[in-house]
């Protein structure tokens, strides 16, 4: 009777002091499920948020086509149009293929990758669709910077020279230099990076890197028919469509809102800056070039205010991350008079760049590189400087080096260049059989 007593003692002892225990563990239990579902719930955002910054850029593809037919003549708007087309879809399977392997691919040496070509660093897994979702990000931006040369060249290309072009900057010329720079962001460890290097979302990486490759085009090309006179004056050819490329403007500034927040590839509070940074400097990029080009031609110019938008934009976007707004503002200023001296500077060269790619892309690239340094918000150093200024010569020495030669082969092969019939008449019909405005259009 005693140990049965003893017993219901200890039981009753034990059920007491379950809800205690068990309380602990819940409580436990609980803010471990919290914690995986906070850690879940911000990895499925970062994919979210990634993909949409994605589609943003993609959607630039329209906007750089816009720009680039408005800007250009009513002859060469069907060409443009298949040009921006074709460089998104040969981009993809190049930069897919090999691109993407030479950018991102495990490295010793720091020059470029040796692995996941034809995207085999995926696997299927749950926990590898990371992969797909960072490929897809990077895919646009390779494609961003081939279609950049698409202006420079326009109106006096031969479609199947372009295409070749095309792949090879996706697959070869962008990857080698943006393997340098960004490497590690996946398996990769570039040298420039290793010193530090500051390109938040590819001022040089993308820009500067597509602008000299307009610019090799342009000079292995030479100048459209009738652009300079006899006595070597430089000749205005209107572009057919300012509203059109009013409206391509736009939509690449809209893009702009993918392509720098998009880069943190991360859905947090860190956006919030680099959306405001890049609009402030696109902003003051147009009251810059629109008040130089009132001062030089007496009128505003539409179309160097628009390219001061770009210009902006191009110049914020290595250091998105890393300068104020207030600092936006002046690398956005100073970008609009450098596109404007930049755009005149090179007509009088007798370099034909009919919409401005080489000094929007190239030379603000440049600026806005260095300017990441300068204005850096953890201070400016000799170090940080010259590392600034190391990548911006490297990305001209590579980037017009090997477009330059890439042209002249092109060009002693297959030809690079309609003939002079052939751009009288126009590309569209020459190249395509197409008028883009049919029934209504006239060559002139």
């Not at 697959?171 to 290097?197: Q, R, T, V």
Request: hydrophobic share 50%; proline share 2%; net charge neutral.
């Amino acid at each position: 009777m005693r140990k049965k007593t003893i017993i219901t003692a200890v039981t009753l002892v034990l059920l007491a002091a379950l809800p205690a225990f068990a309380g602990d563990n819940i409580a436990k239990l609980t803010l471990e499920g919290n914690a995986k579902a906070i850690t879940g719930l911000q990895t499925n955002l970062n994919y979210v948020w990634t993909l949409i910054a994605a589609a943003l850029v993609f959607f630039m593809q329209a906007g750089f086509a816009m720009v680039e037919s408005g800007f250009t003549r009513a002859k060469s708007a069907c060409n443009i149009m298949m040009k921006n087309l074709l460089d998104f879809s040969m981009g993809s399977l190049a930069f897919w293929a090999i691109g993407f392997g030479l950018m991102f691919g495990t490295t010793k040496t720091g020059w470029f990758g040796t692995t996941d070509f034809f995207l085999s660093g995926w696997t299927g897994t749950d926990g590898d669709q990371w992969v797909l979702a960072f490929w897809m990000f990077q895919c646009v931006f390779a494609a961003t910077a081939a279609t950049i040369v698409s202006g420079a060249v326009a109106e006096r290309t031969k479609f199947t020279g372009y295409l070749i072009y095309s792949a090879v900057v996706c697959a070869f010329i962008y990857p080698i230099f943006g393997s340098w720079a960004w490497g590690s962001l996946l398996n990769g460890n570039g040298w420039l990076e290793g010193k530090g290097f500051i390109d938040f979302a590819g001022s040089t990486v993308v820009h500067s890197i597509g602008g000299w490759c307009a610019l090799a085009g342009a000079i292995v090309l030479g100048p459209r028919k009738g652009k300079y006179g006899s006595k070597g004056e430089v000749r205005a050819i209107p572009g057919h469509n300012i509203p059109m490329a009013a409206i391509g403007v736009f939509i690449l500034w809209l893009g702009w809102f993918g392509f720098n927040p998009g880069s943190t590839t991360t859905g947090d509070t860190s956006i919030a800056m680099i959306f405001v940074n890049t609009n402030l400097s696109a902003a003051a990029g147009v009251i810059s070039a629109m008040l130089v080009s009132w001062v030089m031609f007496k009128k505003p110019d539409i179309g160097m205010s628009l390219n001061g938008a770009l210009a902006g934009l191009v110049g914020i976007t290595a250091g998105c991350a890393n300068v104020t707004p207030t600092s936006s503002v002046i690398i956005g200023l100073i970008s609009g008079v450098l596109v404007v001296v930049s755009v005149v500077t090179i007509d009088r060269m007798h370099i034909d760049d009919p919409v401005g790619a080489v000094s929007v892309h190239g030379v603000c690239g440049a600026w806005g590189t260095l300017a990441a340094g300068i204005f850096n918000m953890e201070g400016m150093t000799a170090a940080i400087m010259t590392t600034q200024i190391i990548g911006i010569v490297a990305a001209f020495v590579w980037a017009f080096g090997t477009a330059f030669i890439l042209f002249k082969l092109i060009s002693l092969t297959i030809g690079l260049r309609v003939t002079e019939e052939e751009e009288t008449i126009g590309v569209d019909i020459a190249e395509h059989g197409a008028h883009a405005y049919n029934d209504f259009q006239t060559i002139h």
